[in-house]
């Protein structure tokens, strides 16, 4: 085959792509996470005492926001999925899925700071009164790198997930994708 008709018919790398295959992964790790914790708070329920009122309706508040997550992250996957197959009917869902994980990542993201400045100040005041303990100093520092690697984590995914929306926009991006006919 000649040179120019292999580079004609040879897809050119999409990063987009790359991103939607990351935005599914990560849905999917999602997904087990919540269906493991349901599964943990159902378990829970059960073993509930009569007459734990308060901690059952506590359990059963956790209980339903863990299916309406899952739900949400199964919705993401299948959005996901049709996109990588470049189904026409999947961009624009996906896109206004992208953009409110942006603010969702965004908004979730100012609040773990305002938890952090709060969490750190009380965790160098604790490293202080614990300096005998090396064991509670571990479980502080390990705490510190949570927080830091959940606030790392958003300050990438929301930028990334706004570039996402924006390139399933693009002329060229869409032109990509099968319409229904």
Do not use: N
Request: contains cysteine; glycine residues 4%.
């Amino acid at each position: 085959m000649p040179p120019a008709r292999l580079a004609a018919t040879t897809p050119a790398f999409a990063a987009w792509r790359v991103v939607v295959w990351l935005l599914l992964l990560l849905a999917a790790f999602g997904c087990a996470q919540y269906l493991r914790h349901a599964s943990l708070m159902r378990t829970q329920l059960r073993q509930l005492a009569p007459g734990s009122g308060d901690a059952a309706a506590m359990l059963r508040h956790m209980l339903a926001w863990d299916v309406v997550y899952l739900l949400a992250a199964l919705v993401l996957i299948v959005l996901c999925a049709a996109c990588i197959l470049r189904q026409g009917w999947a961009r624009v869902p996906l896109r206004v899925a992208s953009g409110l994980l942006a603010v969702w990542v965004a908004v979730t993201g100012v609040m773990l700071l305002l938890q952090w400045w709060q969490f750190d100040r009380a965790s160098i005041e604790a490293l202080v009164q614990l300096r005998a303990d090396p064991v509670l100093q571990q479980a502080v520092q390990h705490a510190r790198r949570s927080y830091r690697l959940a606030l790392a984590f958003k300050v990438i995914a929301a930028p990334l997930l706004l570039w996402l929306a924006w390139r399933l926009g693009a002329p060229g991006v869409r032109a990509q994708f099968r319409v229904r006919g």
